[in-house]
């Protein structure tokens, strides 16, 4: 087996997403190690979970920083020590800025509930709701400068019912979630999507025939 995927978390809350790729790797699904859990916010819930599983945490909490330049730029040294080949975002409530994106490149990931480009930011549920939508669903995607704009490495859809509720589009886009982010992180440790200067390369096999994670 190849060395397994280096991976640093970052997360802010509940840490349902780490929670699924910890299960995978454990369940052996997921050929990647965690070097590292990251939170801005020590109450994150995720972190109990890490710390239950033996994992490394460490808690930069933003509010001891004056400006998101000197939060993204101890965070970034932090990052470098590890030496991960991925920064996986998961539920990280911050926005990165431009100069540890830069150091990144092509290397940060984050999941997002929505198909994007539909619904950037906050409140996603809520703003298809109210517009009425009949389909919603999730993004993972690379990050770049632009807030939840860069290239789109999955998505997956789901039907939007009358008289749904916010609960019901997260309990239907969190089972997509929990199977997606391990999923995409599989096709990168098997070498079956590699990136390369900001561009997607997906063997063709998967290409053929396109993993569905419609309900
Ligand atoms: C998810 O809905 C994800 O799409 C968004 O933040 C939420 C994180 O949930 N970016 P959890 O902390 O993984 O449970």
Redesign the pocket.
Known sequence: MSKPLQLAIL?????????AIIDAIELGKLNAQIKVVISNNSAAY?LVRATKHGLNTWVIDHRDFENREQYDTVLQHYLESVAADYIV?????RILGPAIIKAFAHRIL????SLLPAYKGLNTHQRALDDGVTQHG?SIHLVTAELDDGPIICQARYPVEAGDRIEDL?TR??RL?HRMYPQVLGWLSDSKLTIEGGQLFYEQALLEQPISFDP
């Open positions: 997360i802010s809350g509940n840490g349902s997403n780490l929670q995720g975002l998961a539920g990280f409530m984050n999941i997002h509930p999730v997260q886009g969190y979630e």
